[in-house]
């Protein structure tokens, strides 16, 4: 299995838990779960499917949906 295949199953994986956990959740628990998604799928487009890429851009996206959250 190569690496943009693991990190689309990643992002895919990641994305329904987050959905799927969305019930009972803050709205600012819910602004960074969607960070966090939206910023790793954006590092993995521009780093062309690197862990690092989509890890660091996930992280920057939680960051960045916590305090928009706020």
Known sequence: MNMKSLTKIVLLGTLSLSLTACGH???RDKST?????IGGAAG???TGGSAWGTVGGAAVGGVIGNQVGK
């Open 25 to 27: 959740m803050s709205t």
């Open 33 to 37: 779960i969607g960070g966090a998604a």
């Open 44 to 46: 993995a487009i521009m």
